[in-house]
């Protein structure tokens, strides 16, 4: 078992930054993100490797989000900035041994709670 524990969502203006953390009771794991906003499916949002160096994020995202990692406290981060209205949704942590370059709701093993964030226009 692993749990995920996440922190960091909010309120925050169009254009503006939140950054989010996720703790994982275990490093054995490839970490990402995930976000479903109301009426809408999961989707993916971001994945890094083990040792942090290998990051990828989806087309929506890319260029404003990042991905990274502190492997000394097994922590996950999720750096978003230039924040728009659609990007509103609760953001979930999100542990696999998936290989995969894009992750599918099916490739997770483990999830945390989620967090809410919302971006005002």
């Known amino acids: 078992q692993v749990q995920l524990v996440e922190s960091g969502g909010g309120l925050v203006q169009a254009g503006g930054s939140l950054r989010l953390s996720c703790t994982a009771s275990?490093?054995?794991?490839?970490m990402g993100w995930f976000r479903q906003a109301p009426g809408k499916e999961r989707e993916f949002v971001a994945r890094?490797?083990?040792?942090?160096?290998?990051?990828y994020a989806a087309d929506s995202v890319k260029g404003r989000f990042t991905i990274s990692r502190a492997n000394a406290d097994n922590t996950v981060y999720l750096q978003m900035n230039s924040l728009k209205p659609e990007d509103t949704a609760v953001y979930y942590c999100?542990?696999?041994?998936?290989?995969?370059?894009?992750?599918?709701?099916?490739?997770?093993?483990?999830w945390g709670q989620g967090t809410q964030v919302t971006v005002s226009s």
């Open positions: 890094i490797s083990r040792s942090g160096g290998i990051t």
């Open positions: 999100a542990a696999s041994l998936s290989g995969k370059i894009e992750w599918l709701i099916s490739d997770v093993n483990y």
């Open positions: 275990k490093r054995t794991y490839l």
